[in-house]
């Protein structure tokens, strides 16, 4: 009896020394620097409102999350067309990424797409593209622009920056007078960038004329998991019904 239960306690200690890993499928997720869902902390590691938020899906779903980049957009995109990343968020949807990706039942999280502009430009409320014509904006090489900006592209004035610092370069152009505004898809990761530069007290947001962006985790279609993911997320996802924006508020005032 006593050797038994010794032979129990040994299996006990070599089971709670193991690696997680040995016992959950990992999943590979790719990812691009921006302030607050994701960017590396002072030690290396991701952290932020995306990392908090996927981490309790993952537990749920019985993975591990090996985090990968940051990497420039269109690299990322490249990497998870290619399976060599299995799974990225902040994506929205379209025809031509359906046929990359898996989308899960429902978005994680739905935003305003806006321009940030200087208080001091003129433009104060954006109702038509013509309220843009002559307005140098940044844009991210690789990202999707919001329905407004992608539907009138033709008409207006896009300057394109690649690498994987692409955010934090498009604010200092803005800053520098090279732009004349920066879009993005949150007006929270304008909040944030704008307060790592000082700008805070600076910057204008306006939204565009167009309904809510809806933002998905995406999983790769070359991903040799992807299937069996798609479902565990799905299922922790409607399990857990965390209201992303709570994650938020860990990282910004969210008014």
């Known amino acids: 009896m006593q050797k038994r239960l010794l032979i129990h306690f040994f299996l006990f200690l070599i089971l709670a020394i193991l690696p997680v890993s040995l016992f959950a499928e990992t999943l590979k997720v790719g990812y691009f620097d921006i302030k607050p869902h994701i960017s590396l902390s002072e030690e290396g590691k991701p952290v932020g409102a995306g990392v908090d938020y996927f981490l309790a899906l993952a537990r749920e779903m ?5 985090w990968v980049g940051p990497l420039p957009f269109k690299r990322l995109f490249e990497e998870l067309r290619k399976g060599k990343v299995d799974a990225s968020f902040l994506f929205q949807k379209n025809t031509q990424r359906e046929k990359v990706f898996f989308y899960p039942d429902k978005p994680f999280y739905l935003t305003r797409s806006v321009l940030a502009l200087l208080k ?3 433009l104060k409320e954006i109702k038509t593209v013509d309220d843009l014509l002559g307005i140098k904006i940044g844009l991210i090489m690789g990202a999707q622009p919001s329905v407004f900006i992608k539907s ?11 690498g994987e610092t692409g955010v934090s370069t498009n604010y200092r152009k803005l800053k520098m007078g090279r732009i004349d505004a920066v879009h993005t898809h949150t007006k929270i990761a304008v909040l944030t960038e704008a307060k790592k530069l000082g700008m805070q007290d600076d910057i204008n947001i306006l939204q565009l004329p167009e309904m809510p962006t809806e933002l998905y985790f995406v999983i790769s279609k070359k991903s040799t998991i992807g299937g069996k993911v798609l479902r565990k997320y799905n299922s922790a996802a409607s399990e857990l019904n965390i209201d992303y924006i709570n994650c938020l ?7």
């Open 120 to 122: 001091k430009h003129p």
């Open 152 to 162: 009138n592209i033709d008409k207006l004035d896009i300057e394109y920056i690649a």
């Open 249 to 255: 508020k860990k990282y910004i005032d969210i008014q």
């Open 62 to 66: 019985q993975v591990d999350i090996q």
